[in-house]
């Protein structure tokens, strides 16, 4: 179980440093064809259009690379891995929400993890065989943002643990 949670952190420092020198070669770059670009592109979904440029701008670096670029977030290292208070968890991209605080469990990973979406259709699955695993990927039903995978060695009642990235989510608190 140890060496598990070690290879997931050296896993998740060679992929977010992977994300950090491309990007500050290639998509932070300050001048390039598209940097005053409006356009939309990107279009992930029938109904909603991301725009690159505008996203660059609002999301931090961390938040662009792991939703738009799949990177991971360390563990233990991030926004709401601890996080206790009642509330709800929203795509940070376009505001859907995907899971609530009552789903959400320790599963001492290091990560935000869920036993369950709030809704069954806010996420969606892709099957993804990069870094020599097999995992499966989970996006934001919405606007196609990578959040993490989900595992099924979660607790009951669905058995599947939502590994998240705190910077695919924004935790909205309970009024
Ligand atoms: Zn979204």
């Given at each position: 179980m140890k060496k598990m949670f070690i290879l997931g952190f050296v896993i998740a420092s060679i992929v977010l440093f992977g994300c950090s020198a491309r990007s500050g070669m290639t998509f932070f770059g300050e001048k390039g064809p598209a940097a005053d670009s409006t356009k939309s592109e990107n279009q992930t979904d029938s109904t909603y259009m991301i725009n690159k440029e505008e996203l660059k701008k609002r999301l931090s670096e961390e938040s662009f690379c792991v939703t738009q670029l799949g990177a991971t977030e360390r563990p233990f290292d991030n926004?709401?891995?601890n996080n206790h208070e009642d509330g709800t968890y929203h795509c940070i991209?376009?505001?859907q929400e995907l899971f609530g605080s009552d789903t959400k469990y320790e599963s001492g990973s290091g990560w935000p993890s869920?036993?369950?979406?709030?809704?069954?259709?806010a996420v969606k699955e892709e099957s993804d065989n990069t870094l020599g695993m097999k995992r499966t990927e989970i996006l934001c039903?919405?606007?196609?943002a990578h959040l993490g995978h989900v595992f099924d060695?979660?607790?009951?009642?669905?058995?599947?643990?939502?590994?998240?990235?705190?910077?695919?989510l924004e935790f909205r608190k309970k009024e």
């Open positions: 926004k709401y891995w991209v376009c505001g869920f036993f369950k979406p709030a809704k069954n259709d039903s919405k606007c196609g060695d979660g607790p009951e009642p669905t058995g599947l643990r939502y590994c998240m990235n705190s910077a695919s």
